[in-house]
Each structure stands twice: as C-alpha cells, then as structure tokens.
C-alpha cells in the first residue's frame, strides 16, 4: 500500500456519549462526517483519545461500523484494535475488517510491559491475522514501553501489511532514526501536533492528531506550505497553532479536546471514569486559545 492511501491529516476521533455515557452512534457519524468537512483525509476510531480503554469490543465494533456507513469511500478509516492482549487484538482487528475499516492501528501493549522480541511477536501475530494495513502506535508515556526502531525496521521487512507507525515517542532522535532505518514507502505519522512540522521535515508523512478537531484546516494549510516549499509560512502556522497544540493537554486527553468540541457546538458529551470533565478553568483555557485563534 501507498504511503499517500491513508492521507496527512487523521484525527484520532474522540468518542460521542450520551448524558447517562452510552455511546452515541448517531453523533459519532455527525462527528465523522463533520471532521472530514474540515480538513481531514481520515479517522482512526476508537483510539486513546477515543477512550478505548473504557470501551467494550461490542461498542468498538458498533463504531466502526457507524463511521464506515457515514464516510466510508469519503476518507479512509482506521480502527483502534490493539491492546495489551494479542488474541483480543486478533478478534477485534477480524471484527474490523468485516465491517469494511480501511486499516487497523496497533498500541504497543500497555502495563504488561513485553520485550521487544515480544512486541516483535506481537505485533506480528496480529498483522498475520488480517489482510489489511497495518500502522503501529508507539507511545512510551502511555505504554510503559518504547518500540524501538530495529524492531519497527523488523516488521517492516518480515511483515507486507504493517506499512506505518504512529511515533508519539516525544524524540526528534528516534524519529531521525526511524527514517534512516525504514523503507521511504513506509509511513511515519507525528503522535504529537506539536511535533507535526519538525517530523514533516525529516520526510515523515502526516499527522494522527488530536487538534485536527477544531482546526483541520489550518493543519492541512501547515502541511500544505512546508511540502510545496513555503517553510517560512509552515513555521508561522506552527507558531499560530502551538498555543492550540499544547492547550489540548492542560489536562489528560481527551478531556480538553472534548471541552473544545463543545464550544463549537458539537455534542459530544462526557468522559467515562476514571476520566473527569474539564474544571471550569479548564475549559476557559481552552477557550482563551480557541477565540485568540478565531477557531469559535
């Protein structure tokens, strides 16, 4: 697969809820189609800003399936089917490609804590298991465990369908490396908005975002002068966004961006324990950001 399939810009979709905290389909297809409106190629649902870890596999499939029958053909749609259990990975990444994703992205596994020989396995074992795309998300805050890029350059060459890495690492080094040691079709997306520009400069591909929420567009337009050679412009954009890119993260993802969204008008509801809403400070933060941008 092209590198150029999946698109620059995917939002990792935030997950709609009801009052009493339900999933709402309904509003995760508005969410969907509203999101690629605005700026974005793709979805990758039912990741960590989707809160994939208080979702049950029948609520994840459920989901997967709305986004795929409101933008399916539209955008391309990955679906969040890693965890820290290979065999569960299996079932929900078949599930995946049932209902027609596009792609599947794979945490490194969380808590349990692997070598890399056991990320390698892992990894591996899953991406066997399905005839579609594979990216890899790599994030060591999160994770507990960093995938190094000799491993991710291992399943590259052993394994066709692993094709792209989310790399939220936080390291200018390792993304360096991770570019010298891979196949220039292999994909490299930021985990991290703020790391968008610098990535994009060492030939990685796009961005799986957080911020593409509320200001797809202006990432595109980013992404859009740095690769047509208007690096002055790209920076300036940076600079604009970068106030944004870390007022997301004043407080644990996805409370923030879902305090955004909301802003806007967009009913996406609560967080699911053991998340909690944005204190009213919170959310006059990401205000603050939001109307000095005109994003409201």
Same mark, same amino acid.
Request: glycine share 8%; aromatic share 6%.
């Given at each position: ?83 820290? %259990? ?15 994703? %596009? &792609? ?5 596994? =969380? ?10 396995? @892992? ?6 298991? #399905?005839?579609? !795309?594979?990216?890899? =998300? ?10 190094? !890029?000799? #491993?991710?350059a291992r399943l590259a060459e052993d394994? !066709? ?8 690492? &936080? ?20 985990? %991290?908005?703020?790391m968008t520009l610098p990535m994009l400069? +060492? ?9 593409? @929420? ?9 992404? %859009? ?12 954009? @940076?600079?604009?966004? =970068?106030?944004?890119?870390?007022? +997301? ?6 409370? !923030? ?40």
């Amino acid at each position: 697969m092209a590198v150029r399939d999946f698109g620059r810009v995917l939002p990792a979709m935030v997950t709609p809820f009801n009052p009493d905290l339900s999933v709402n389909y309904n509003q995760a297809k508005k969410l969907a189609r509203y999101l690629v409106e605005n700026g974005s190629d793709g979805l990758v649902v039912s990741g960590t800003t989707g809160e994939s870890p208080t979702l049950t596999k029948e609520e994840k499939v459920e989901l997967f399936k709305a986004v795929v029958e409101e933008v399916g053909g539209k955008a391309t749609v990955i679906a969040g089917t890693g965890s820290y %259990d290979t065999a569960s990975s299996i079932t929900l990444t078949k599930e995946a490609e049932k209902v027609g994703c %596009d &792609g599947v992205m794979l945490v490194a596994p =969380y808590y349990n804590k692997p070598s890399q020989e056991g990320l390698y396995r @892992h990894f591996r074992t899953i991406a066997e298991s #399905t005839s579609l !795309p594979v990216i890899l =998300y790599n994030i060591p805050g999160r994770t507990g465990i960093n995938v190094l !890029p000799s #491993t991710v350059a291992r399943l590259a060459e052993d394994v !066709p369908n692993i094709v792209a890495i989310k790399e939220a690492a &936080g390291s200018i080094d390792q993304a360096s490396e991770l570019r010298s040691v891979l196949p220039e079709d292999f994909a490299i997306y930021s985990g %991290d908005d703020s790391m968008t520009l610098p990535m994009l400069a +060492l030939g990685c591909q796009g961005i799986i975002s957080v911020a593409a @929420h509320v200001a797809g567009k202006e990432i595109q337009e980013m992404i %859009d002068a740095f690769t047509s050679g208007n690096t002055t412009l790209a920076a300036n954009l @940076h600079k604009k966004l =970068y106030p944004l890119f870390k007022g +997301l993260f004043i407080t644990s993802n996805p409370v !923030p961006v879902k305090a955004a969204l909301i802003l806007k008008g967009l009913a996406v509801g609560g967080v699911r324990l053991p998340l909690v809403e944005a204190t009213a400070n919170e959310i006059e933060s990401v205000k603050k950001v939001m109307n000095n941008l005109e994003l409201l």
